[in-house]
């Protein structure tokens, strides 16, 4: 099991870019804020909070949450963008979850750092955590496993028709593309879904 704290201990964090994800701002620019809804919006796994301050930026109230501590002081030591907040938390802690409601989360590379026999548990937050009607917006890490070969990870790789499947139970997708914008090397390996809670 990876321990994520060590990895910001030791300096381990390859995903660490300082910016906010292109498709992120590319999701802000073609949808605008509404599709957001007006409640504060999580961020499941937000290392050093860039996305967060990104969407603060936008004039919504993200709520950041990662288990690794240092990547919450991380994000702490940034002047504020707007309305955000950050707490350690384990998103896949039914505990947390208790009386906690958002009008969106923002899914960027938290899904493929779960192993994925933890898959059902991350739909299922978000089916907790996301109120009736409110939305699901992620950027995928999209390449398929070599059939036959153990998945090596994180990150951990998916399918389109795999994500459909696992929030089918609770989403409808409104919304996908294969993003413009992308950090480099990552081009043609993400795919934007906005899926809404039923
Ligand atoms: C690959 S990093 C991505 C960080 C950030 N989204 C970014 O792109 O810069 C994955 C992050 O998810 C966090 N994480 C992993 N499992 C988590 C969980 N169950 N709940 C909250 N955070 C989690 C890790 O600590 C780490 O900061």
């Known amino acids: 099991m990876t321990d994520w704290n060590n990895r910001y201990q030791i300096g381990d964090t390859p995903w660490e870019k300082g910016r906010p994800a292109p498709p992120l701002l590319e999701v802000l620019g073609r949808l605008g804020t509404d599709i957001w809804g007006s409640r504060p919006v999580l961020v499941p796994g937000c290392g050093s909070g860039h996305d967060v301050r ?3 930026a936008a004039g919504l109230s993200p ?3 990662d288990l690794a501590p240092l990547a919450i002081a991380s994000a702490d030591f940034y002047p ?3 309305d955000e907040t950050y707490e350690k938390a384990d998103f896949l802690d039914s505990g947390w979850r208790e009386g906690k409601s958002f009008s969106a989360v923002w899914e960027h590379t938290c899904f493929c750092a779960i192993n994925p026999s933890r898959r059902e548990d991350y739909a299922q937050a978000c089916a907790d955590l996301i ?3 409110g939305r699901l ?3 995928f890490f999209l390449t398929p496993n070599e059939p036959g070969k153990e998945q090596e990870g994180p990150p951990f790789n998916s399918t389109i028709s795999e994500i459909d499947g696992i929030f089918a139970p609770w989403f409808v997708r409104e919304h996908d593309w ?4 992308t950090y480099p090397g990552r ?3 993400e ?3 906005v899926f809404r809670r039923e």
Do not use: L, T
């Open 137 to 139: 917006i992620g950027v």
């Open 178 to 181: 294969v993003p413009e914008n």
């Open 187 to 189: 081009d043609g390996q």
């Open 80 to 82: 504020k963008a707007g």
């Open 191 to 193: 795919w934007v879904a």
């Open 131 to 133: 109120e009736p009607g």
């Open 54 to 56: 990104a969407i603060a």
């Open 63 to 65: 709520v950041g949450i």
